[in-house]
DNA sequence: TCTGGGGTCCTAGGACCC
DNA sequence: TCTGGGGTCCTAGGACCC
């Protein structure tokens, strides 16, 4: 059925404004502004760097270092070859010395450096922080994705006559207070701004005009929708389809018979056609962390490493207040086979001796050549407030149809093994009775 | 291409309920 | 009891995203 209005318009038939923003090299860009002198050098930001960490690949690689073939998700060891590190012992002759740059192509004789770096991510989010501050003054509606993108819903705050200014404005102010710079795209759909902010990245302003989606999807790659990943985009190229203009082009049907409801969906989205609006993030749905080991083991070091994550994951959720009733590991053998085990308890708890016997008990399950990564994750979660006065106990399922249900739930599920004694511990909780409300109807 | 850590959503079979 | 239909929850895995 053809759709007769334009796409992403709102209930009074409005097309919405929706901005994308999407800071540059987000993680280089931050480590730039503390150390200024790497303006204009090839900056790699790492995880992997602490001792007992081993591996490492590259989160965020700056354009110069792009440009020697470092990428994102390498292996560090990767980079080092197509680019080694600079020699920062003796770095005062490298950097900042007017007569021997490491600059790009300035010597092609000279074997081009980088500046590797650790993963910050305290220091990233305080200047996340600073970025949100001035999205929040431009939006009615904040969709912060990750630490540097978001959605923004502009459609009171500007009209599409005014929007490049409007961006531009907005880029301004993001690198004004934070320092960094961004990639901003303005469309009538979320998935259009998406295409758009990534369309003339580093720095890039582009506006789609909502007569426009259409043509400017058409002559992309597949691999440009939001969705497409390695596999999809190869399989699609198999069908014949290339371009987003195939894409938009092709049977629904055949699509879903390849892809299930995700076909439909990639056709949508290929011909503009997305009526999402843009809302703030819920919840998180898990929590997890998981952590590779220096050499692929078995037996008591891989049990030491998840009894670690277990403690991690459960705090880590108890500051985040969240209950859960779930628990899972993961186990990942070279060269890439990806076990995971979960079990569910029998109610929401806090309970981190809990978690850790069921990791252990769930790897046990896993038996298992030696493996390189172990994972823990909570998961069935639901976010409470430990209000004394309320009998202490709001730890209800907050997926319940029935907002109360919850409380009738938790005092039953003290009957049930493996819950009582736990589900009425130290709780640490930061929600309200609202939002308790809230994500009870958020669920449905 | 064989790599880190943290997430989301979808699928599909089985158990179980009415 | 051997045959219908509808629904939910649980679990394992896969693709994808940043």
């Not at 709102?10 to 923003?21: D, F, K, L, S």
């Not at 290929?270 to 819920?282: I, N, Q």
């Not at 930061?430 to 994500?439: A, C, K």
Request: proline content about 7%; hydrophobic content about 35%.
């Amino acid at each position: 059925v053809p759709n007769a209005t334009l796409p992403g318009t709102t209930e009074e038939g409005e097309p919405q404004i929706i901005a994308h923003v999407d800071i540059d090299c987000f993680y280089a860009a931050c480590e730039r502004l503390r150390e200024p002198e790497l303006e204009g050098e090839p900056v790699v930001v790492g995880m992997g760097y602490e001792p007992d960490d081993p591996g490492g690949a590259v989160a965020t690689a700056s354009y110069e270092a792009r440009e020697h073939g470092v990428e994102s998700a390498q292996p560090i060891e990767e980079a080092l070859e197509v680019l080694p590190r600079a020699a920062e012992a003796e770095s005062d002759a490298g950097l900042g010395d007017e007569g021997e740059s490491n600059g790009v192509g300035e010597s092609p004789d000279e074997q081009p450096v980088g500046y590797y770096r650790p993963v910050d991510m305290e220091f990233y989010e305080s200047v996340a922080a600073d970025v949100k501050t001035v999205l929040d003054g431009a939006a009615d509606t904040l969709r912060e994705v990750s630490i540097d993108e978001a959605y923004l819903d502009v459609t009171e705050r500007t009209t599409w006559d005014e929007a490049a200014d409007f961006a531009g404005d907005l880029k301004a102010r993001i690198a004004d207070r934070a320092g960094v710079t961004a990639s901003v795209g303005v469309a009538p759909t979320m998935s259009a701004a998406k295409i758009a902010s990534d369309h003339d990245k580093p720095d890039g302003l582009v506006v789609v005009r909502p007569g426009e989606v259409a043509s400017f999807l058409a002559p992309l790659d597949v691999a440009d929708v939001h969705g497409v990943g390695p596999v999809r985009a190869g399989e699609l190229r198999d069908m014949g389809i290339e371009t987003v203009a195939d894409l938009a082009d092709a049977d629904p049907d055949r699509l879903a018979d390849h892809f299930g409801s995700r076909g439909r969906e990639l056709v949508e989205r290929a011909r503009g056609d997305d009526d999402r609006a843009v809302e703030p993030m819920g919840r998180p749905e898990s929590l997890s962390r998981e952590s590779a080991l220096a050499d692929p083991a078995t037996g008591e070091p891989v049990r030491e490493r998840v009894q670690t994550l277990a403690a991690a994951v459960a705090d880590r959720a108890r500051r985040k207040g969240a209950l859960y009733r779930t628990v899972g590991v993961k186990v990942v053998v070279p060269p890439f086979d990806i076990n995971t085990r979960e079990r569910s308890l029998s109610g929401p708890v806090d309970d981190p001796d809990l978690v850790e016997r069921t990791a252990l008990d769930l790897l046990e399950e896993v038996d298992s050549a030696p493996v390189r990564k172990v994972g823990v994750r909570v998961s069935n979660l639901s976010f409470t407030d430990r209000d004394q006065g309320q009998l202490g106990q709001w730890e209800g399922d907050a997926t319940a149809e029935d907002p109360t249900a919850g409380v009738a739930t938790a005092v039953n599920d003290s009957a049930v093994e493996g819950s009582g004694p736990h589900a009425r511990r130290d709780r640490v909780g930061q929600t309200t009775l609202f939002d308790f409300i809230e994500v009870a109807r958020g669920s449905d």
